[in-house]
């Protein structure tokens, strides 16, 4: 039994581990192209994150990341849309959404 919210994509392969272990945050969501993506884990090794787009487009990857925030911006997020955040650890992956909204002037 997780606090998962309608957001929150929890996968793991082994029933044991719980998925609170790993877990990442973004914010602000909905945003105009440019958020913060902050990792709360127990893990204090590498990780992987790789954001796709709803089309499944790999817009961004990282491998053997350390920090605990990784701020993201138009450079990365280019266009309104709905978008896939995965964190990965060993044979844990956390998946988010993250809606990128078309800023209005």
């Known amino acids: 039994n997780n606090n998962a919210d309608d957001n929150d994509v929890l996968l793991y392969n ?3 581990k719980k998925a609170d272990v ?17 990792i709360n884990s127990a893990v204090h090794q590498p990780y992987s ?6 089309k499944g487009e790999v817009i961004f990857k990282a491998h053997q990341l350390i920090e605990k925030t990784i701020k993201v911006d138009k450079k990365i997020v280019s266009s309104a849309g709905v ?7 060993e044979t844990n992956v956390v998946t988010k959404k993250v809606i990128v909204q078309q800023k209005n002037n």
Not at 49 to 54: A, D, M, Q, R
Request: aromatic share 22%; proline share 6%; charged share 15%.
């Open 14 to 16: 082994d029933s044991e």
């Open 22 to 38: 790993l877990d990442l945050y973004i914010y602000p969501n909905p945003n105009w192209g440019e958020f913060t993506i902050e």
């Open 49 to 54: 994150i790789i954001i796709v787009s709803s």
């Open 83 to 89: 978008y896939f955040i995965s964190m990965s650890y």
